[in-house]
C-alpha cells in the first residue's frame, strides 16, 4: 500500500516569492489498484507523483510504502528501494543511440543482473508488450505507441511492485491510446501491480482507473470510486472533467425558455442506467420532458448516464418527480428553474 501522508510541495523561486504545488495531501493507494489523479494544467499532478518515488523531494510530509517511509531514506537505500517502481512519461525518455532491446537492458544493466538473464529477461518483455518483432529496431523507427510500449517493458525490467504513470497516452492518438491503456489494464491482471497515474484527459480516467483523485490548486477536492465521481461529481471542476467544458451559455441556447418548467442534469447508475427513467416520469408524474442532451459512459466496472432534461407541466408535478428522482438515487442538479 502507498500512504501519503500530509503532503506539502513548496518551491523557492529566484526572485523569493514560493509556489505551493502540493498543499497538504494525503492519500491512500491499495495494492494492485489503478489510481488515477486528474487535474488541470499546473494543479500539481506532476509534483504529487513524482514525490512517490523521490523524483521530487516533499517540503513536508510522508510517503510510506508497504511501511517503508520513503522520505526518511538516504540516497543508496532509496536507489534500493526505486528498482521496486517503474516509471513512464508522456515523451517515453527512450536513449535514441540504443535499440529497442537495448533500452529495455539499461535498468538490467544498473541493476547487475547477468548477460544470459538480461537476454531472457529482455524476450519475455518484449512478447508481454507485443513487440518481439522490433528487438533491434532504434526508437526512431516505431510509432509513439510502439514507443510507449519499450517504456512499459523497460520499466517493468526489475520486476516493479508499482508503476508510475506521467501523462502516458497524452501524445498518442486516440485509438493508440486505447491499445496501451488495455496493456496497461492487462498488466495489472497479469503481475498484479499497482498502477498510480496522472492525466488531464478524463477518458483515460474513464477506461482504466479503479479510483480517481481529483486535483487542484495543489489539493485534493475529490476523491472516491470512478463510478461516484462520474454519477455524481460534486464540485465545479470534477463536473466540469465529467461533463465536458460546456459553458453554461451553451447549454441555454438548448432549450426554450417556458414559464413553470425546470431544467435538470441528472446522473444514473448501474442498473438505473436501464431503467426507463424518461417514459416513468412522463406517465408516473402525467408530465411532458424534453431531452436536452445525453451520454452514456462505459466505465470499468459499471455504466453512467447523463442526461439533461426539461420537466414541463403542473408545479406540484415537477416537484413530486424531482422527490421520486431523489428516492431512487438519482443524481439531479436543477440548472434553470423557470
Ligand atoms: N521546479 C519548479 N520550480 C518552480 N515551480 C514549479 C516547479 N515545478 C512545478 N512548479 C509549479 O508548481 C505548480 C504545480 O506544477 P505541476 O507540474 O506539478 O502541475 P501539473 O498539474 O503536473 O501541470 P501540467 O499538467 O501542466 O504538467 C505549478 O504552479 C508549477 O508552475
Redesign the pocket.
Known amino acids: 500500500m502507498i500512504v501519503i501522508d500530509s503532503l506539502c510541495k513548496v ?1 523557492k ?1 529566484k526572485n523569493k516569492s514560493e ?1 505551493i ?1 502540493l498543499d497538504d495531501v494525503s492519500l491512500e493507494i491499495q495494492d494492485g489498484e489503478i489510481f488515477g489523479i486528474i ?1 488541470m ?8 507523483i513524482r514525490t512517490i518515488n523521490r523524483l521530487e523531494d516533499p517540503s513536508s510530509g510522508k510517503v510510506i510504502i508497504d511501511g517503508l517511509d520513503i522520505t526518511a531514506l538516504g540516497e543508496s537505500e532509496l536507489r534500493k528501494s526505486r528498482k521496486g517502481i517503474g516509471m513512464i512519461f508522456q515523451h517515453f525518455n527512450l536513449l535514441s543511440s540504443r535499440t529497442v532491446a537495448k533500452n529495455i537492458a539499461f535498468p538490467l544493466e544498473i541493476a547487475g543482473v547477468d548477460k544470459n538473464d538480461a537476454d531472457k529477461r529482455i524476450d519475455e518483455l518484449l512478447e508481454l508488450v507485443g513487440l518481439s518483432d522490433k528487438k533491434e529496431s532504434y526508437p526512431s523507427q516505431l510509432s509513439g505507441g510502439q514507443k510507449q510500449r519499450v517504456a512499459i517493458a523497460r520499466a517493468l525490467a526489475n520486476n516493479p511492485k508499482i508503476l508510475l504513470c506521467d ?1 502516458a497516452t497524452s501524445a498518442l492518438d486516440p485509438k493508440t491510446t486505447s491499445s496501451i491503456l488495455d496493456l496497461l489494464k492487462d498488466i495489472r491482471k497479469n503481475l498484479g501491480i499497482t498502477i498510480v497515474l ?1 492525466t ?1 484527459q478524463m477518458e483515460v480516467i474513464r477506461e482504466i482507473c479503479d479510483r480517481v483523485a481529483i ?1 487542484e490548486g ?1 489539493k485534493i477536492i475529490e476523491l472516491g470510486a470512478v463510478h461516484e465521481v462520474f454519477s455524481n461529481p460534486k464540485t465545479d471542476t470534477a463536473k466540469n472533467f465529467v461533463f465536458g467544458i460546456k459553458p453554461e451559455t451553451e447549454i441555454d441556447d438548448l432549450f426554450p425558455k417556458l414559464p413553470g418548467s425546470v431544467v435538470l442534469k441528472i446522473s444514473y447508475l448501474g442498473d438505473s442506467a436501464k431503467q426507463p427513467i424518461v417514459s416513468k416520469l412522463i406517465k408516473d408524474h402525467s408530465l411532458d420532458v424534453n431531452i436536452i442532451s445525453g451520454e452514456i459512459d462505459q466505465l470499468m466496472s459499471m455504466s453512467v448516464g447523463h442526461l439533461t432534461i426539461q420537466l414541463l407541466g403542473e408545479k406540484a408535478n415537477i416537484d413530486a418527480a424531482l422527490e421520486s428522482l431523489k428516492r431512487q438515487n438519482i443524481a439531479t442538479e436543477v440548472i434553470w428553474n423557470g
Open positions: 518551491f523561486l509556489v504545488a487535474g494544467s499546473g494543479a500539481g499532478k506532476s509534483t504529487l501523462e496522472i488531464h486535483i495543489g
